[in-house]
């Protein structure tokens, strides 16, 4: 799970919720283009709660980026 992240179950739904903080001291750590880390994050959470493969993710992820 990236930081941030945590994953709940709330009246049989699945929740995602998503902490700004540490995906902002993330940000500042490293640099990166906040735009590109949130979008990373949520296609490997989702990706993640549908049973997809690493594989499967990280094309999903490179295919999105075109």
Avoid at 2 to 30: H, M, Q, S, V
Wanted: proline share 3%.
């Amino acid at each position: 799970v990236a930081p941030g992240i945590e994953k709940k179950t709330a009246n049989d739904d699945d929740l995602l919720t998503i902490f700004r903080r540490p995906l902002l001291d993330y940000w500042c750590e490293t640099g990166d283009d906040l735009r590109q880390l949130l979008r990373q994050v949520m296609i490997e959470e989702l990706g993640q709660n549908f049973d997809f493969s690493d594989d499967e993710i990280d094309e999903m992820a490179n295919r999105h980026y075109q």
